[in-house]
Nanobody
Framework: QVQLVESGGGLVQAGGSLRLSCVGS????????MGWFRQAPGKEREFVAG????????KYADSVKGRFTISRDNDKNTVYLQIDTLKPEDTAVYYC??????????????????WGQGTQVTVSS
């Protein structure tokens, strides 16, 4: 089992940056593919970025390519989401999630087994 705790959200002006962190507990963290999702008010949860177990591969939603960077440090059981050039439409609760070790990085939330509680990101214009 993996428990996930996100941090790093906050209120930022448009054009600014944030780095979200997600710390995982349990020995299986390094065996998990990891993903970041977000949910804006009144909208469905959407995939943002995902990373392979080793960190060698990543996948991004088209809407965030070039602005978001996912990375991980398995020694620290942590996955990061660097968000640059923030836009008001990036305002959402951001969640990290853990998937199993096999197969490609999934963009489908229901395929992830464990979720954090979320961290709020608010971007002012």
């Amino acid at each position: 089992q993996v428990q996930l705790v996100e941090s790093g959200g906050g209120l930022v002006q448009a054009g600014g940056s944030l780095r979200l962190s997600c710390v995982g507990s349990g020995r299986t963290f390094s065996m998990s593919k990891m993903g970041w999702f977000r949910q804006a008010p009144g909208k469905e949860r959407e995939f943002v970025a995902g990373i392979s177990r080793s960190g060698a591969s990543a996948k991004y939603a088209d809407s965030v390519k070039g602005r978001f960077t996912i990375s991980r440090d398995n020694d620290k059981n942590t996955v990061y989401l660097q968000i640059d050039t923030l836009k008001p439409e990036d305002t959402a609760v951001y969640y990290c999630a853990a998937d199993g070790p096999f197969g490609p990085i999934s963009i489908i939330g229901s395929e992830y087994d464990y979720w954090g509680q979320g961290t709020q990101v608010t971007v002012s214009s």
